[in-house]
């Protein structure tokens, strides 16, 4: 890791302040920073990396009134052993617990896990080997390369400076966000709250739609007691792996459903037509296994990963079948 | 041949060997964290060290403008290529030709090339490394081996990489001062392009066809998996006037390098003007996997008189264990399913200079197509150069071929509707040669062992399915226990002031040999494990040096044979000393209680439970601390005896073992669960339960991770490895390993101490779990059979 500045940020304000300056990139439990400072993946390595958890009263899970709320620096840990939460959004426990593994999900927080940037692995590669578009530059290289954990509803485009447009293919696959997607979570920021469908976005550098500066304050979920929902992971390994899929539904007592799914494109991806198919009506083992043809519907896979798309067809059947 | 031949070979009853959970010295040490490991060692007023590597999979470095890294404060010197100093260490002895310890061109991306920064910290050698401006000449590479089949592909190396330009001569040679190991035969193809070959045919191959009914023909392929070395590989190294040998400079060497003889090889020097004290090497597996970095510090440290520390990461060591294999087998068979006639034509992956041959060449010689009776047996290897990485233990972990001989036999059973265990019974020749048909002792009971273990019922492919709706698949293995233990041993044991001394170097190579030896000597000395005193000492002789678990009991062997040597030599110390009156000497003589031995011969005596007693009257005892004042030796060399039932090299039937699976395949999402997973295992006689266990369990880990989870891969357009990580490269956690059902033997047949052989890598295999899937679902996968591949196999997408 090379050298660089660190600045404990008393307040928001003067988080906010230093990460304005340019050159600084935010630290919350630090398991998505610290591996991309310690494999130099950026294209300029940050000055300064400007420490949140020193800023109070950003870790805190409590129910008031109608809503959940967890501060954004509360530990994925902390989520999945609340009693509050799993009273209130038991597939945020049931995710939290699942994400990551058991040693890194007592430091990593549940802002840093819903902000991290993607897992491309030519992204990713060492001391910045692929000048790639979500870098900012010219090209994204598993659109020809090796693509197999990569959208299959297609790329992303996106400015990489002003006017000049590029695409990236490498997908959000955070354990929370489609569960806060789901759960119709709003995201509060230093300067505003964002329903959680639309706080993920592509840029060069990011995420999500967060501008330079803003910083993730504090979860909001309504809580509803009518409300049931499912989560299901897909993983090769049992720990450590991010998802290749991920899938949270959640369906309220008019059986009107709420359908996303991580892991197949740039950003958490709402199964609209089979939400729409669905909505009103009970669950059938058939209407179940068109609801999974219609998740799928519009996707276009690589050859590698053609296999997402097999995955989301059963995933959502069987989770439908499961409630 | 079971241990007929030396002390208490045939030994019934056994106190301390075999016991479980004995913990050794080095145990407390790893356990607590106190080992050292290269990466551990720090001392005063050290420098760094770090290597320019390649961002290209082949490239040349043309020009290093280093001005800038040297304006850097603390950038102590940027080393070149083509410097004087990398001429000045000799040929590893062990691994690939190696023209110069650092050369200006780059076969694989990420290898050391071109410079050294040598600097103040580490994090300065790396801004050094940053501000080096190279011009890099990309050079054309090979990642897939069937692009460099093609004779028109050019060649990606130099002729300074050709094994020998004359006639291939086997065995150690000697080109341009450089010892190479050539494993191709005489009349072995030259070599076309990027292409080698090296063929081997036994028997009548003409003869075998024509005593077939059928012909069987599959592929088994076998992709590269990537080592998984626990420790960051490191050395650090100092050069230093010793007050004990003249006026010649000596080294003091640490980490992760090569044992202590080969380093004083390579730097010319006499081994005791060698130092290397730590017992954990943790960044290297025996003495393969070093890396140039692990080696050069000595040269360094020479040229800056201050010791020098390198520490690769371990992306930047993230090598080859395996090379990808690509195998086409064709069986003569009967109607019967008695093999006639085996073709093996395997396409291998030389990977990048330097690596290993063991996995391309040597493993014709010894693999389990030699278990059948069948005797006409061809083996045409196709050797590609690649760029695709370094490969510094292929071959040692997996045997590729013993795996292709089972596939056969499960597909084969899949043709005939027999049970494979049946075929495998058919086709398995007799102790003595391939001619002889009596049945295999170890064979037999690990077989039955195991359908009892396993509840063994064989179904035909696709056809059966569990209730969750799943399909069902069981696959078994056998193997023979391989036999490495072809070396010289030498043990030394000292009783002095009433305790035995067992001077060793330690796991220095990597095996932990210390406590099965330890144990030996307790049970000849009737002491207990704690009782021996391990000495552990880099001066000493005896170190942890084998081949192999068959090696430690091969060298435990010997140990045993030292231990009875002192216990003769101790009982007749006792016996002597018990007739003595007096004590003392000159003007100090006393009277001296009278022993309880007095008056009873050494053959009359015997030693147990901390004992010296008299055979006709244990009652008459003194302890073994008191048996004698004289301080005595024994020492013992040789090798272990020749095995019973052996054919060849690394051919032997007198010890084997069984493993078995059984799989659920859920074929809407691609994914494999290990239902079952069991092993029989005969290794003659167990020495240390404890390491048996962990070495079934570690074969156990490697099989799981190679056939479902792990691939090595490489960018197609650029050849970067694009997972060399630990989370993009799936090795398997500890919740993705099954539960492994043990049944352990011991016929005693093994040809070391108690007819112990040990059972080495042989348990590891690359397609057991793939034979499962295959009699699951009825379709082939190769490896690794993640969801994505089950998934297109299927038709599914």
Redesign the interface.
Same mark, same amino acid.
């Given at each position: 890791m090379r050298a660089f500045n660190h600045i404990n940020a008393a307040t928001l304000d003067g988080a906010s302040d230093a990460l304005k300056r340019g050159g600084a990139v935010a630290l919350a439990g630090g398991g998505d920073l610290l591996g991309a400072l310690k494999d130099d993946i950026f294209p300029t390595y940050p000055k300064t990396v400007v420490n949140l958890k020193s800023i109070p009263e950003l870790e805190y899970i409590t129910a008031e009134g109608d809503t959940l709320k967890i501060g954004a620096l509360t530990t994925l840990a902390d989520i999945a052993r609340s009693s509050v939460v799993t009273e209130n959004a038991d597939i945020l426990a049931l995710a939290a617990g699942r994400a990551s593994s058991p040693s890194l999900r007592e430091t990593t927080t549940i802002g840093g896990n819903l902000c991290q940037l993607p897992r491309c692995w030519y992204f990713r590669k060492l001391n910045n080997r692929f000048d790639c578009a979500r870098k900012g530059g010219d090209r994204c290289f598993a659109v020809t390369g090796d693509n197999r954990y990569h959208s299959v509803f297609g790329g992303a485009v996106f400015e990489t400076a002003p006017g000049v447009k590029r695409t990236c293919v490498a997908v959000n696959q955070g354990d929370l966000a489609p569960v806060l997607t789901v759960l119709g979570a709003k995201l509060k920021t230093t300067e505003r709250v964002i329903d959680a469908g639309d706080f993920f976005g592509v840029g060069v550098l990011t995420a999500t739609v967060l501008n330079c500066g803003e910083i993730l304050t504090e979860i909001q979920i309504p809580i509803n007691g009518a409300r049931k929902s499912r989560y299901k992971r897909f993983a090769f390994r049992k720990s450590i792996d991010f998802p290749v899929i991920n899938l949270a539904i959640s369906v309220d007592g008019e059986n009107n459903y709420r359908i996303c799914l991580g892991g197949v494109a740039p950003v958490p991806y709402i199964a609209a037509q089979a939400e729409t198919l669905l909505a009103g009506r009970a669950i059938t083992e058939e209407l179940a296994e068109k609801a999974g043809l219609a998740a799928a519907e519009g996707a276009k896979p690589y050859e590698a990963n053609s296999y997402k798309v097999q995955l989301i067809k059963t995933l959502v059947k069987r989770e439908l079948l499961a409630f | 041949m079971p241990d007929y031949t030396g002390a208490n070979g045939l030994r019934e009853n056994f106190r301390v060997v075999g016991k479980p959970n004995i913990p050794g010295l080095t145990s407390y040490a790893m356990a607590t964290g106190v080992a050292k490991f290269g990466a551990d060692f720090v001392v005063p007023d050290m420098l760094f060290a770090k290597m320019l590597r390649s961002?290209y999979a082949h490239a040349r470095v043309l020009s290093i403008d280093a001005s800038d890294a040297l304006a850097i404060p603390g950038v102590v010197d940027v080393v070149l290529w083509d410097d004087p100093i990398f001429k000045e260490i000799g040929q590893n002895p062990i691994g690939g030709k190696r023209p110069t310890y650092l050369m200006n061109e780059a076969h694989y991306e990420g290898v050391e090339v071109g410079a050294v920064v040598v600097a103040e910290s580490e994090?300065l050698c &790396?801004?050094g490394l940053r501000a080096l401006k190279v011009e890099w000449e990309q050079l054309p590479f090979i990642i897939d081996l069937k692009q460099g089949l093609d004779p028109e592909f050019p060649k990606i190396r130099g002729p300074e990489w050709d094994e020998s330009e004359g006639d291939y001569m086997p065995g150690l040679t000697t080109v341009d001062g450089l010892t190479i190991l050539n494993l191709h035969y005489p009349d072995d193809p030259r070599k076309v392009g990027n292409v080698s070959w090296t063929n081997k045919i036994d028997g009548d191959m003409d003869a075998g066809w024509a005593a077939a009914d059928f012909i069987l023909e599959y592929d088994v392929n076998l992709h590269a998996v990537v080592s998984l070395l626990p420790n960051p590989p490191a050395s650090v190294a100092w050069w230093f006037d010793s007050m004990y040998n003249g006026p010649e400079k000596n080294l003091h060497i640490e980490g992760a390098v090569q044992r202590r003889g080969a380093i004083a090889t390579m730097y010319g020097l006499p081994d005791e003007n060698v130092v290397q004290e730590g017992l954990f090497q943790g960044g290297k597996y025996c003495d393969w996997g070093l890396r140039m970095s692990q080696e050069i510090t000595p040269l360094l440290s020479r040229r800056f008189d201050r010791p020098v520390r390198c520490c690769n990461t371990r992306?930047e060591t993230f090598d080859m264990c395996v090379n990808e294999r690509l195998l086409h087998l064709k069986l003569g068979v009967t109607k019967d399913g008695l093999i006639t006639a085996v073709e093996d034509n395997s396409i291998a992956d030389h990977g990048a200079p330097a690596s290993s041959e063991m996995g391309t060449i040597y493993d014709r010689d010894y693999d389990s197509y030699y278990t059948l009776k069948c005797e006409n047996i061809s083996q045409k290897y196709t050797i590609v150069d690649s760029n695709r990485g370094f490969m510094h233990t292929c071959g040692q972990f997996v045997p590729y071929n013993w795996d292709a001989l089972t596939v056969g036999l499960a597909i084969l059973g899949e043709k005939l509707g027999k049970d494979p265990v049946e075929l495998a019974k058919l086709n398995l020749h007799g102790p003595d040669s391939q001619k002889d048909t009596r049945p295999v002792p170890s064979f037999e009971a690990c077989l039955e062992e195991g359908k009892k273990l396993m509840d063994w019922e064989w179904h035909p492919a696709g056809t059966k399915r569990l209730a969750d709706g799943r399909l069902h698949g069981t696959a078994f293995r056998y193997q023979m226990c391989p036999r490495h233990a072809m070396l010289s041993y030498f043990c030394k044991l000292e009783y002095r002031d009433g305790v035995v001394h067992f001077p060793t170097q330690g796991p220095i190579a990597g095996w932990f040999g210390t406590e099965c030896f330890t144990m030996i000597i307790a049970e000849e000395l009737g002491l207990e494990f704690d009782d021996i005193s391990v000495d552990y000492d880099y001066r000493a002789k005896h170190t942890d040096e084998a081949g192999g678990s068959d090696g430690v009991t091969g060298q435990g062997w010997i140990v045993k044979e030292c231990a009875n040597l002192l216990k003769a030599r101790i009982l007749e110390s006792a016996a002597k000393e018990a007739q003595k009156t007096t004590t003392g000497f000159g003007p100090f003589v006393m009277p001296k209680m009278p022993s309880p031995l007095m008056g009873y011969a050494a053959e009359d005596l015997e030693m147990m439970d901390g004992k010296v007693f008299v055979k006709s009257d244990p009652s008459k005892f003194v302890p073994f601390a008191q048996a004698t004042s004289e301080t005595i030796t024994a020492d013992y060399g040789g090798g272990s005896p020749k095995s019973a039932w052996t054919t060849g090299f690394g051919r032997v039937l007198d010890t084997m073992n069984t493993s078995w699976c059984e799989v659920a395949v859920d074929d809407?999402?691609?994914e494999i669960e290990i239902l079952k997973y069991g092993i029989v295992a005969d290794p003659g006689k167990v020495i240390r339960r404890t390491s048996l266990e962990s070495q079934i369990d570690q074969a156990v880990f490697f099989s799981m991770g190679c056939q479902l989870?792990e691939e090595y891969?490489l *960018?197609? &357009?650029t050849g970067?490895r694009?997972?060399a990580n630990?989370?993009?490269y799936?090795k398997?956690?500890?919740? *993705?390993v099954p539960i492994v059902g043990k049944e352990i033997l011991e016929l005693r047949s093994g040809n070391a101490a108690y007819g112990a052989s040990g059972i080495s890598h042989s348990l590891a295999n690359s397609h057991l779990l793939i034979t499962a899937i295959y009699n699951a679902t009825g379709i082939w996968i190769d490896p690794p059979a993640?969801? *994505?591949r089950v998934?297109?196999a299927l038709g599914?997408?």
């Open positions: - | 961002p994090h &790396e801004e992306e809407e999402t691609g989870l891969v *960018d197609p &357009e970067v694009l997972n630990m989370i993009d799936r398997p956690t500890t919740l *993705d993640t969801p *994505d998934l297109k599914k997408c």
